[in-house]
């Protein structure tokens, strides 16, 4: 079994920042892929996936503001946000997927971008 547990969802201006982490913990295969969605109202989409060999892959929007990176040792992903905008505001839910488990997600975090 893998558990994922998210953090730093949080509520902020327009224009401002946030770094989302995730750290997993239990059964971590060598080879992974961690990454990041979000949920608006009931679309849930990519919004940036690392590989363990630190492989990314970004939705074409959000990639000059969002950058993905993760810590191997710590288990950990982080999902820096940046030139928050109104429409970022979503739930943020990390997941995990290897093949002896596949499609693990986290709870989710709330990020609301709002003056």
């Known amino acids: 079994q893998v558990q994922l547990v998210e953090s730093g969802g949080d509520l902020v201006q327009p224009g401002g920042s946030l770094k989302l982490s995730c750290v997993a913990s239990?059964?971590?295969?060598?080879?992974?892929?961690m990454g990041w969605y979000r949920q608006i109202h009931q679309e849930r989409e990519l919004v940036a996936e690392i590989?363990?060999?630190?492989?990314?892959k970004y939705v074409d929007s959000l990639k000059e503001r969002f950058t993905i990176s993760r810590d191997n040792d710590n288990n950990a992903v982080y999902l820096q946000m940046n030139n928050l905008k109104p429409e970022d505001t979503a739930v943020y839910y990390c997941?995990?997927?290897?093949?002896?488990?596949?499609?693990?997600w986290g709870q989710g975090t709330q990020v609301t971008v709002s003056s």
């Open positions: 590989t363990s060999s630190g492989i990314t």
């Open positions: 239990g059964s971590i295969s060598a080879r992974n892929t």
């Open positions: 997941y995990y997927w290897s093949v002896t488990a596949p499609n693990i």
